[in-house]
């Protein structure tokens, strides 16, 4: 067996916790609702990044290309000064959502080059400039542009143009468990020598203030080159640095003269690292050497095109000679790590696809995060501290008292979404399962945990506001998951325990939401927000303020998704035990309800189908007025494809009972059935079909959908109609005049703040579900139906080869074209050509829907990882069709 398939199944086992130490601390803790004592929920500007490296954290850690253990008492972290900058590089700068002109964005270069699923062996780069990094520039510039320009960059300051910068290289690797190595590696790219101060540092999350954990831990100086780390709940960490840097030493307490102008209460500090190099101020470190937070610091002058080394390592026990071993222990799970990846991309032949799948895989694994957060304490306060104002109790968040997490998460991003998000993590799973199955079973177990759920149901969508609705893909993540895992290990049959748990939480979710959402029972549901943001004419979250309601397309076809979900999941189930035979039956009929509202809205002859444009659209009630229907051609009216479920008809033969009742229900309501996909008539081997979409309509969406003039672009499908730019659609609601145009790239509107983002670009969920759609249509024609693509070209393929060819159009924003350029990079020439740059992917929030230039948060591996999955696909397929784009047929 792989050795790190071993320490998975070792730690699966409980064997050895291979885990235990991973890349857990967050990029950004400042900023973050978690860490928001404001009375009036300001949580960008109540702990800014200028506050950070003066402000002991309540409720996390961060720091560049750290380490914690699973509960972060302990971190490990780099930091860095070239001398000029006006403080220590101790974590990432970017902008607030209000500073940007499209949003918070950060604004550092970095990226993660590989990870193995225990983090025995990890690896990142970060890039920092020679000259003084351009806080103000940045911050400034990006101020002055408005919503029509571009963000502003940090390759746009000119600081990269002469090269004069480190690339730095950081590396972990364990020994064992609790025995590991850090190494950064640096390099001047530069033409002339340079200087730069490489700072691991080491310290304790305060915990020792809330009453929780009343003893003090600490670390001590225990020779030129060693520091011991002492808690009474974990015992001793020795560490050990190459060579006999300077160790400083001071507390992980806040400097309150510096931030809120009162006297200190503590007199070591944790910015006294910082002021002691940068203004040579000796006052706040401790003499004896001695504290809860301390720094190995090495000064490096390094030669042009030269480079620097150092390492460390971290024991529980400590050993003879530790550093003597550390190139061979290096060695080692860089193979391991070879051998594994060597099995996981054994069909991939491209060096190119091999390289973006690598990343992206890597990225998904360095974005786990020690995650902290007990909503009724962060309401009511710590024991005898300083108590919250009492606005905040009214305030966000206040109806989720029982919210406890305080575990492992995958994040969509470390610092511009460094919290978790429901309906992200759900798409994180899928390409996690080929990694780690277990950490991706247990991602989606979570979620549903009482501490987490709602007791009336809902899941927590995100920490800035646990009660927007997101779209209901969970179960839909939960199938996926067991099918892979169960492919995955080459079982006969699935993890039982684990399907079988998430049904039951899913149940009271699906619960919720037809309580919730569909107040009136008529099987049609208002969503709101649904994570489209802008995508609507105005606020769908907020309707009641036009005194109407909204009857949503998309709302009302991710229930019939997550009808035919949880149907498959009993059917599933079935497999161990024939009980829920009489699950799939409810939610058959659900489905089938459901499928008969969007046709005929509580029998007032309304319908979500428009027959004169032939795509589906939401329907605005307003008082004293007639419904209309909203005909904004977007995501929302595809979103219908995404309820189908193909079912092989031998799986009918043991399940007497739900075959039964299908045939009785059939019978009684004709019109029920002759509203989904045929039914009664069975596809290529026998197979059925459970979709919103027949013949007419499935065909229609796709005339749109693959048309390259409305949203089809090269790189994926668009999420609102390119037909807008130049017919952009108009309504008068109360009065009031409401538009939507087709914007490609950053939002041209303010309607949702800094983030309104979806008015044109592509975004991988949404494609990855309708590739997956396409397949699933496809199994049931079992080939034999064809459609043309693109819509006007007179060539025909089936929906198979259709969901390969987007496939490729997705992967082919990270691949380099004939001229050796990335679109995601567009027309920045030193991440297209430069040596140093062309190699390096970044998974951006979305893209240009022209384009296909990276837009948004650049590091958002999570749900853009999807691309690692995609690959997967096409190599395991492409047996069967090695080209696809020569197979039309006219």
Known sequence: MNIELERLKENREKIRHWKKWGPYLTERQWGTVREDYSPDGSAWENVTHDDARSKAYRWGEEGIGGISDHKQKLCLAWAFWNGKDPLIKERLYGLTGNEGNHGEDVKELYYYLDASPTHSYMKMLYKYPQEAFPYQQLLEENQLRGKNEKEFELLDTGVFDKNAYFDIFLEYAKADVEDILGKATVYNRGTEEATLWVMPTIWFRKTWFTGDEPFMPSLKKEGPNKIKAFSPKSGNYHFTFSDEPELQFCDNETNRERLYHIGNQKKFLKDAINDYLVHGEKKHLNPKFVGTKAAAIYKLTIPAGGKAEVTLRMQHAETDAPLEAANDIFQERIQDTESFYEGLQERVKDKEMKLIQRQAYAGMLWSKQFYYFNVERWLEG??????????????????WRHLQNYDIISMPDKWEYPWYAAWDLAF????????????????????????????????????????????????????????IDKKYNGKNKGDQEFLERAFHKLLLNFTWWVNQKDEEGKNIFEGGFLGLDNISVFDRSHVDKLFGKLEQADATSWMAMFCLNMLRISLDLCEFNKVYQHTATKFLEHFLYIAGAMSNISKENISLWDDEDNFFFDVLHLSGEEPRLMKVKSIVGIIPLFAVEPIREELFDDLPEFKNRLDFFFKEKPKLAALVSNWIHPGHEKRRLFSLLRGHRMKSILHKMLDESEFLSDYGIRSLSKDHLKKPYSVQINGNRFSVKYAPGESETTMFGGNSNWRGPIWFPINFLIIESLKKFDFYYGGTFSIEYPTGSGKFITLDLIAKELSLRLINLFRKDENGNRPIYADNEKMQQDPHFQDLILFYEYFHGDNGRGLGASHQTGWTGLVAELIHKYYKEKEFYPNAATLFKS
């Open 382 to 399: 710590d024991p005898g501290r300083y108590q919250p104002p009492q606005e905040r109790k009214s305030g966000r968040n206040g109806n």
């Open 428 to 483: 994180h799973c899928i390409p996690l399962a080929r990694l780690d199955p277990d950490f991706a079973k247990d991602q989606l177990l979570l979620l549903l945990n009482d501490w987490y759920m709602h007791p009336n149901g809902q899941m927590p969508a995100y920490e800035w506001n646990f009660n927007d609705v997101n779209p209901p893909v969970h179960a839909y993540a939960v199938q996926r998951v067991y099918q």
